[in-house]
């Protein structure tokens, strides 16, 4: 994939999920972590919120991370590619996938934890191992489902 079909892609990806964020409703997960939830996510929800601008609001940090983790991705991407357009394709399979592009455009904790395991694999890719365990102690902080990431990351140090 040629450089300028990937930006392109990448554009029209960001109006489809502009488009999606503002014309989809809140659902009922959302309204219950955005009144009932006191975590990291209802405190990002209502944070957003503040902006007042409608849907778009509370979902503003979600919509960040989402990119943000198209970022790392495409980052870690060319850690692992020696070509380019086999980083523009793999970043843009990544970018299509459904659990992402669902995950960006709703409210959603899994959006949180995507880019910080995608930053801890980055990070450990490059050296920077002082950086790990205060990625890790946010994993365990947000959500209580990343224990399977230290469970992982066990089994890779011992083998």
Excluded: C
């Excluded at 659902?27 to 996510?41: G, N």
């Excluded at 790392?72 to 659990?99: A, C, W």
Aim: charged share 10%.
């Amino acid at each position: 994939m040629k450089k300028q079909y990937f930006f392109l892609a990448l554009f029209l990806y960001a109006i489809a999920v502009f488009y999606l964020v503002i014309t989809t409703p809140i659902t009922a997960h959302e309204a219950k972590i955005l009144y009932t939830s006191d975590d990291i996510e209802g405190t990002l929800m209502r944070w957003g919120d503040s902006f007042g601008v409608g849907f778009i609001g509370f979902r503003v940090f979600f919509i960040f991370f989402g990119f943000l983790s198209i970022g790392l991705f495409y980052e870690l991407s060319r850690h692992y590619f020696q070509k380019n357009k086999d980083v523009y394709l793999s970043t843009l399979i990544f970018m299509l996938l459904p659990g992402i592009l669902t995950a960006t455009t709703l409210a959603n904790v899994a959006i949180l934890v995507l880019p910080l395991v995608l930053l801890f694999v980055l990070l450990y890719e490059k050296g920077y191992y002082l950086l790990l365990p205060p990625i890790m102690l946010a994993l365990f902080f947000i959500h209580e489902a990343s224990i399977i990431f230290f469970v992982g990351v066990l089994f890779y140090s011992v083998t």
